[in-house]
């Protein structure tokens, strides 16, 4: 078998297989920091609301419910069967948007809706119709077809008639969380699901209408191997979905308690994970997809791709989007938003989620607001991970720098990228190389000032 993958050989790809952030933000969560109240937070709101073409608003709701454990999983979860502990979430939740929409010029158009989990679809049609028309009572939802709304599905809790009636709430984009098709790797998760099932369930929403369809994969699970992955990958492709979101498994068991029920024996081994990816990445290409970035494949005429295309491609706290100029408000616990240049997270536990909305107070528990520095290196890490090279002239006219001078440290550090074939450089721009995209991240990490000081770097997963 050919070692290599865009010209890339197994030894490189091993030389940069290091823990390192995913970029969905820069600074990135860890620097984050405790703060007292949500002054910060309202003054960056303010200053949005003033803009003279304010931005859309995105809307990320957190669902922590789940009624089985997942042990590859490293979400902010909740394990019961007790639904009616939604029903107290739910309370909570609406004082939470009411609490937010009241910051926000009512006329600010609501063009995107991510439910994440958890499980969103733990909750059942009432609760998601409760939740939905309390987002349309305190907030302007776009309804045209533009509009993108999604959520995020587990195969076993829902139906066709289900699928019907999400379409119906307004989600136009779903996606069905499939790991890996093999019943014995299934099993070793701790999540097994039919085939049959989810396949019916793939028709049953493009027959519904829903515009984009994707499913989730992880490849490095345990038992997994060449052989059994490409037949998972085989009847992927059979059912074509429109963007196929492929991630690999980080195994953190000092971090994730539920990471300890996997046995470590059955994991496989950093050359066979390797051979994973240039699997998973070979056979994707192959089947008709465009590699967009990092761990998201999707069809030629698909959105994602269109907007790579366009340079419009957008990176934030749901992987790749097509929705760059928006305000993103993070809803629900643990919840993550982004509002011009200051990040917020929410209270972690439910517990001091709900004490703060018992106080009539929105529950941000940290925060961070980016500096000139910041804002630049952001823009920086934005043009590698979202199109694959930095133009040194326009970084340096849009933030009033020498961008030779300011990166000096940086351009040097790149020599060994270059010289390993990633990427190339000039007097215009850096330039990945097809092997370089698989090392996006490791590029990144060049330009990250905060990276030596984030308090939790030896937690990031491994970059290959």
Same mark, same amino acid.
């Given at each position: 078998?050919?070692?290599?993958?865009?010209?890339?050989?197994?030894?490189?790809?091993?030389?940069?297989?290091?823990?390192?952030?995913?970029?969905?933000?820069?600074?990135?969560?860890?620097? +984050?920091? *405790?703060?007292?109240?949500?002054?910060?937070? =309202?003054?960056?709101? @303010?200053?949005?609301? $003033? !803009? /003279?073409?304010?931005?859309?608003?995105?809307?990320?709701?957190?669902?922590?419910?789940?009624?089985?454990?997942?042990?590859?999983?490293?979400?902010?979860?909740?394990?019961?069967?007790?639904?009616?502990?939604?029903?107290?979430?739910?309370?909570?939740?609406?004082?939470?948007?009411?609490?937010?929409?009241?910051?926000?010029?009512?006329?600010?158009?609501?063009?995107?809706?991510?439910?994440?989990?958890?499980?969103?679809?733990?909750?059942?049609?009432?609760?998601?119709?409760?939740?939905?028309?309390?987002?349309?009572?305190?907030?302007?939802?776009?309804?045209?077809?533009?509009?993108?709304?999604?959520?995020?599905?587990?195969?076993?809790?829902?139906?066709?008639?289900?699928?019907?009636?999400?379409?119906?709430?307004?989600?136009?984009?779903?996606?069905?969380?499939?790991?890996? +098709?093999? *019943?014995?790797?299934?099993?070793?998760?701790? =999540?097994?699901?039919? @085939?049959?099932?989810? $396949? !019916? /369930?793939?028709?049953?929403?493009?027959?519904?209408?829903?515009?984009?369809?994707?499913?989730?994969?992880?490849?490095?699970?345990?038992?997994?191997?060449?052989?059994?992955?490409?037949?998972?990958?085989?009847?992927?492709?059979?059912?074509?979905?429109?963007?196929?979101?492929?991630?690999?498994?980080?195994?953190?068991?000092?971090?994730?308690?539920?990471?300890?029920?996997?046995?470590?024996?059955?994991?496989?081994?950093?050359?066979?994970?390797?051979?994973?990816?240039?699997?998973?990445?070979?056979?994707?290409?192959?089947?008709?997809?465009?590699?967009?970035?990092?761990?998201?494949?999707?069809?030629?005429?698909?959105?994602?791709?269109?907007?790579?295309?366009?340079?419009?491609?957008?990176?934030?706290?749901?992987?790749?989007?097509?929705?760059?100029?928006?305000?993103?408000?993070?809803?629900?616990?643990?919840?993550?938003?982004?509002?011009?240049?200051?990040?917020?997270?929410?209270?972690?536990? /439910?517990?001091?989620?709900?004490?703060?909305?018992?106080?009539?107070?929105?529950?941000?528990?940290?925060?961070?607001?980016?500096?000139?520095?910041?804002?630049?290196?952001?823009?920086?890490?934005?043009?590698?991970?979202?199109?694959?090279?930095?133009?040194?002239?326009?970084?340096?006219?849009?933030?009033?720098?020498?961008?030779?001078?300011?990166?000096?440290?940086?351009?040097?550090?790149?020599?060994?990228?270059?010289?390993?074939?990633?990427?190339?450089?000039?007097?215009?721009?850096?330039?990945?190389?097809?092997?370089?995209?698989?090392?996006?991240?490791?590029?990144?990490?060049?330009?990250?000032?905060?990276?030596?000081?984030?308090?939790?770097?030896?937690?990031?997963?491994?970059?290959?």
């Amino acid at each position: 078998m050919d070692d290599s993958l865009y010209g890339l050989s197994g030894p490189l790809l091993k030389k940069y297989d290091r823990p390192g952030p995913r970029y969905t933000s820069y600074p990135t969560a860890p620097c +984050f920091r *405790p703060v007292a109240g949500a002054e910060r937070y =309202r003054h960056a709101v @303010e200053h949005s609301n $003033g !803009d /003279l073409l304010p931005r859309p608003l995105s809307l990320y709701l957190h669902i922590p419910f789940c009624e089985k454990l997942c042990y590859y999983c490293a979400c902010n979860k909740i394990i019961t069967h007790d639904h009616q502990k939604a029903d107290i979430y739910l309370r909570y939740l609406e004082r939470e948007i009411k609490l937010q929409a009241e910051l926000f010029d009512p006329d600010r158009l609501v063009s995107q809706i991510h439910l994440g989990g958890g499980t969103p679809t733990f909750l059942d049609d009432h609760q998601l119709t409760r939740l939905m028309d309390t987002l349309a009572r305190h907030f302007r939802l776009d309804i045209s077809p533009a509009r993108d709304f999604s959520l995020e599905v587990d195969p076993r809790t829902v139906t066709e008639e289900r699928l019907e009636w999400f379409q119906a709430l307004g989600f136009n984009r779903i996606s069905f969380g499939v790991q890996d +098709f093999d *019943p014995a790797v299934q099993r070793a998760v701790n =999540r097994e699901q039919s @085939e049959a099932a989810i $396949g !019916d /369930l793939v028709r049953s929403a493009r027959q519904a209408g829903f515009r984009s369809i994707n499913l989730d994969l992880i490849y490095g699970l345990p038992l997994q191997t060449h052989e059994s992955f490409a037949v998972t990958l085989e009847k992927v492709l059979a059912l074509r979905p429109d963007r196929v979101a492929a991630y690999g498994y980080a195994h953190l068991p000092g971090r994730f308690r539920s990471q300890r029920l996997i046995r470590t024996s059955d994991l496989p081994g950093a050359d066979d994970k390797l051979d994973l990816l240039r699997q998973l990445v070979k056979r994707l290409r192959a089947g008709g997809y465009r590699y967009i970035g990092m761990d998201h494949f999707a069809l030629p005429d698909d959105e994602l791709s269109r907007a790579l295309d366009d340079g419009l491609l957008h990176r934030n706290f749901q992987g790749y989007s097509t929705h760059a100029r928006c305000d993103l408000l993070g809803l629900g616990v643990s919840a993550i938003g982004n509002i011009g240049d200051h990040y917020c997270q929410n209270e972690k536990s /439910l517990k001091t989620y709900y004490r703060a909305l018992d106080q009539d107070r929105l529950p941000i528990a940290l925060g961070y607001t980016r500096s000139a520095d910041d804002r630049l290196r952001h823009d920086v890490i934005q043009q590698l991970m979202c199109l694959g090279c930095v133009d040194f002239e326009g970084t340096s006219r849009r933030h009033g720098i020498d961008f030779f001078h300011y990166f000096q440290t940086e351009l040097e550090a790149l020599s060994t990228f270059v010289e390993d074939g990633l990427i190339r450089c000039n007097e215009h721009g850096l330039y990945l190389r097809p092997g370089g995209r698989l090392v996006m991240r490791n590029l990144a990490m060049v330009f990250d000032a905060h990276l030596g000081n984030a308090r939790e770097t030896r937690h990031f997963s491994r970059t290959v």
